[in-house]
């Protein structure tokens, strides 16, 4: 899958590519995993997204998924495997050896807390118990990265602002960051994550809107999240009221 970056200047895209730490954490099975391979095809300024889909696997493979706890993904209505301490520690070790290899290629390394993927999961009250000290062990391990975070899930019981704010505030200092990237949604409350009326769609989303509630809150630069498809000046113009630095457009996939 792949994403672009716009700042509010309106520059050439950067391009940002969601890749897979490991085979069982991809979020269709045509997903690419990392490796050596893989990075030596991607354009040189590309930004890699390290991945896990946690739960979220389960809405392709046979396979019974794994994550933090013993928690159902709102799509496939599958439960996941709760991983033991050591397959946890197994899962850091995959995602800082991810970080090493993007880094020894010259790129920026961005980790994904989204989607409902295993450190969504991780982090969210809708799948207690909440362990965002398991996020926070990933982000010190890629350190220094880019979290890709869920500022709210949208849903009833579910992240709210203050407390992906205050998240926020600690995945910053965890990854080392001078930047984050802020969205919002969850599958639980899908009407919310793609909003569409009639025959139209919310352009820019509530991604957005939830974004800026880390203007004045966070030391860091914030970029926005929006679909793709989205005119580049819509989103551009969206972002600079909202204060972000800019916007990542990237493809939702629809269950």
């Given at each position: 899958m792949q994403l672009h970056r716009v700042t509010?200047?309106?520059?050439?895209?950067?391009?940002?590519?969601?890749?897979?730490?490991?085979?069982?954490?991809?979020?269709?099975?045509?997903?690419?995993?990392?490796?050596d391979e893989v990075l030596a095809s991607l354009?040189?300024?590309?930004?890699?997204?390290?991945?896990?889909?946690?739960?979220?696997?389960?809405?392709?493979?046979?396979?019974?998924?794994?994550?933090?706890?013993?928690?159902?993904d709102p799509v496939s209505g599958r439960r996941a495997r709760a991983v033991t301490d050591s397959e946890w520690s197994a899962l850091v070790s995959a995602w800082m050896d991810a970080a090493g290899l993007v880094r020894a290629t010259g790129r920026i390394v961005a980790v994904a807390v989204d989607a409902d993927g295993l450190l969504h999961t991780a982090l969210s009250p809708l799948h207690a118990p909440s362990r965002p000290d398991r996020v926070l062990e990933v982000l010190a391990a890629c350190a220094p990265c880019i979290p890709l975070l869920t500022i709210e899930d949208l849903a009833p019981g579910g992240l709210d602002a203050s407390a992906g704010v205050a998240f926020a505030r600690a995945a910053i200092m965890a990854a080392r960051a001078t930047t984050i990237m802020a969205t919002a949604g969850t599958g639980w409350l899908l009407p919310l994550r793609d909003r569409r009326k009639g025959g139209s769609v919310?352009?820019?989303?509530?991604?957005?809107?939830?974004?800026?509630?880390?203007?004045?809150?966070?030391?860091?630069?914030?970029?926005?999240?929006?679909?793709?498809?989205?005119?580049?000046?819509?989103?551009?113009?969206?972002?600079?009221?909202?204060?972000?630095?800019g916007v990542v457009m990237e493809e939702f996939d629809p269950p």
């Open positions: 509010v200047d309106e520059v050439p895209p950067t391009p940002l590519v969601r890749l897979a730490v490991r085979a069982d954490g991809r979020r269709r099975p045509t997903q690419a995993v990392v490796d354009p040189a300024d590309t930004i890699v997204v390290l991945d896990h889909a946690g739960p979220a696997a389960s809405r392709w493979s046979l396979e019974r998924s794994v994550a933090v706890d013993a928690v159902c919310d352009e820019t989303g509530l991604a957005l809107a939830s974004a800026g509630w880390c203007i004045g809150r966070v030391d860091a630069s914030i970029v926005g999240v929006v679909r793709a498809g989205v005119p580049v000046a819509v989103a551009v113009n969206a972002a600079r009221r909202v204060g972000l630095t």
